[in-house]
């Protein structure tokens, strides 16, 4: 499930309410992506790549019970996950950058 979420929110397909998002202007709307994404990276970062790695490492002596392998590496989903999830927000951060760039160079060429 969490290796599928980081596939989802990579492609940007996840759910959002988004009705106070609408209302800003583009430019505004584009600040709060990159803030979006930095906030979403943190939580990756510290709770699913840091914690999920201490959940892994700590559960690694208890056996699954049908598998008999050790629970840590079922747990090792969670920082997988959550390097996904972070790599895709550096992705989306540099297309939001580039996305900006290039409409504040249309602009420049428009006033010129």
Not at 86 to 102: G, P, Q, T
């Amino acid at each position: 499930g969490l290796l599928g979420a980081a596939y989802v929110f990579g492609k940007q397909e996840h759910m959002a309410m988004t009705f106070l998002f609408d209302k800003l202007s583009e430019n505004k709307q584009d600040k709060v992506r990159i803030l979006y994404e930095v906030l979403i990276m943190l939580f990756a970062l510290l709770v699913l790549v840091f914690g999920g790695w201490n959940m892994s490492q700590l559960s690694m002596g208890q056996l699954s019970s049908s598998l008999q392998i050790p629970m840590g590496y079922i747990y090792l989903a969670l920082p997988l996950s959550g390097i996904i999830t972070a790599m895709y927000n550096i992705l989306n951060i540099c297309e939001i950058i580039k996305k900006l760039s290039v409409d504040k160079n249309k602009k420049g060429l428009k006033t010129t």
